[in-house]
């Protein structure tokens, strides 16, 4: 595509969202709505200006230093939001002018647009969507050429009538642009410079403005609030998933599956239903994920089963499994062929081959290694109230059910807690902890207890009478 130069316009108040955070820097699919158009951008021009304004640092500090940025510092309209990119492009060649708020755009999208454009001055992309609501207009005269563009609040209800939208994505002649952009003027409802408006003015000094259809709606949808960005999330969600399966991942239902731009997941792995997966995960082959996991930012090996579960920050290694309900909090790393069931937590923690907490138990900042066994309802005390300690549990030890372990200790290799000790010392390798209270026998308080004897008394002294 030679020499082409973009434009990105970001500055926008996005007033529509009702949010604190920049309308660009919105999360779809796990990555900042600006990214997409962006990389569209990027694999087709060769630089790229952003005009910021509205949060200008934090956009920068977000999307990063690889891009040259024009700021806007009143948000007067995409025309002077245009103006301000001027300075940070040559003088001539072709232009390249997107919305930050049209992530579905694709690479095909804009190469069509600018092949159509070829040497024209302007070329407009326009779309059909099935509610033109909110768009401006595309008013074509009758040898279907672009006379100019109204946008909802200027347009007379015939206007409004009309189908045809600008999807707010240019070609223009740069050299030309420089010419008609300072001649814009702000009258209009909303009292803005309206890029759009550059059209009619090239179009009176006899220049012909094309129009480039892209009959692929939703493709050219803009985000301006709330469920805008809902809808091209499931758009987005669509595609990745798509992609995925194409490689050879399974998806129960693909509808119930949402994933995060960017996860990668390897062949013969299933997805079951209502399973989320965020930030930067990875998932080996022939795993089984779901139904109702929740995955964020993990490592995950081959072959590991996880149902029902949390997974933060974590590595799952190959052939473990997870769940129904465990808690794999941050910093973790859950080694070959665990085996975690329900109702546990494990946080910060390193657990050995083939290790197993089975049920209800809590490991909070422990290394257990290889082959041992945590019973059900094992606690893991790492906080004193003050302050958090690590523990050790060495090689095939065996911690009996309802232990507590007061950390820091140690187990050592091969050793036994009984069920219901609480450890507060460490326990040398090979021995047996015991830290329960002996048992006592009273014959026939039991019964009593329950008022057994009493009631039988007074049975058989009321059938003497
Ligand atoms: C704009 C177009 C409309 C088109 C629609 C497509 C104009 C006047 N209107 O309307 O014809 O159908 O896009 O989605 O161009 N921006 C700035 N600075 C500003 C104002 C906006 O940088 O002062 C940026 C915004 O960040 C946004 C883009 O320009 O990325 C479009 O602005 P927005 O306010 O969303 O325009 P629309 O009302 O959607
Ligand atoms: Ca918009």
């Keep these: 595509m030679g020499e082409l130069q973009a434009v990105i316009l970001a500055a926008g108040e996005g007033k529509r969202m009702r949010s604190a955070l920049p309308k660009v820097l919105h999360p779809l699919c796990g990555r900042p709505l600006l990214s997409y158009i962006l990389d569209s951008a990027a694999a087709v021009a060769k630089d790229l200006v952003i005009v910021i304004g509205r949060g200008a640092d934090q956009v920068r500090e977000t999307i990063g230093e690889r891009w040259s940025y024009a700021v806007q510092e009143k948000q007067l309209g995409t025309g002077h939001a245009l103006m301000q990119a001027l300075p940070y492009l040559p003088e001539e060649g072709c232009l390249l002018v997107l919305c930050g708020d049209t992530p579905l755009l694709e690479k095909g999208d804009l190469e069509r647009l600018l092949r159509a454009h070829g040497d024209s001055a302007a070329t407009v992309m326009t779309a059909v969507p099935p509610d033109p609501t909110g768009y401006g207009r595309v008013i074509r005269g009758q040898d279907g050429s672009v006379l100019r563009i109204v946008e909802e609040g200027d347009a007379s209800p015939a206007e409004r009538d009309i189908g045809e939208i600008n999807s707010g994505t240019y070609c223009f002649d740069l050299k030309l642009l420089r010419k008609f952009l300072p001649l814009l003027s702000p009258k209009n409802i909303q009292q803005e410079y309206y890029l759009t408006d550059v059209l009619p003015l090239m179009r009176e000094q006899g220049y012909l403005i094309g129009a480039c259809l892209n009959e692929c709606w939703p493709a050219a949808q803009g985000i301006n609030d709330r469920c805008q960005l809902a809808e091209a999330a499931a758009i987005m969600r669509g595609r990745i998933n798509r992609a995925l399966m194409e490689q050879g991942v399974a998806m129960l239902d693909p509808s119930s599956t949402y994933i995060d731009y960017g996860v990668r997941i390897e062949a013969e792995t299933v997805l079951l239903p209502q399973t989320l997966i965020e930030g930067e995960t990875t998932i080996g082959s022939g795993c089984r994920i779901g139904p109702g996991a929740h995955l964020l930012s993990a490592q995950i090996g081959d072959g590991v089963v996880i149902r029902q579960s949390v997974v933060a920050e974590s590595v799952i290694e190959s052939g473990a499994t ?15 062929q665990v085996r975690i069931g329900d109702f546990v937590e494990v946080k910060n923690s390193t657990i050995g081959a083939k290790s197993k907490l089975p049920h209800h138990s809590y490991a909070g900042d422990v290394d257990i290694e290889g082959e041992v066994n945590i019973g059900a309802g094992v606690i893991v005390a790492n906080f004193d109230g003050r302050r958090k300690h690590r523990s050790l549990i060495r090689e095939g030890a065996f911690i009996g059910c309802n232990s507590n ?12 807690v009984a069920a219901g000790s609480t450890v507060t010392d460490d326990v040398p390798a090979g021995a047996l902890a015991i830290t329960r209270s002996e048992q006592k026998n009273c014959a026939g308080l039991g019964k009593r207890m329950l008022g057994k004897e009493e009631r039988q008394e007074k049975k058989e002294s009321a059938e003497k009478e």
């Design 405 to 416: 372990l007061i950390s820091p200790v140690e187990i050592g290799a091969g050793a036994f």
């Design 322 to 336: 997870v769940g129904p309900f465990a808690n794999i909090r941050p910093g973790c790393r859950i080694g070959p």
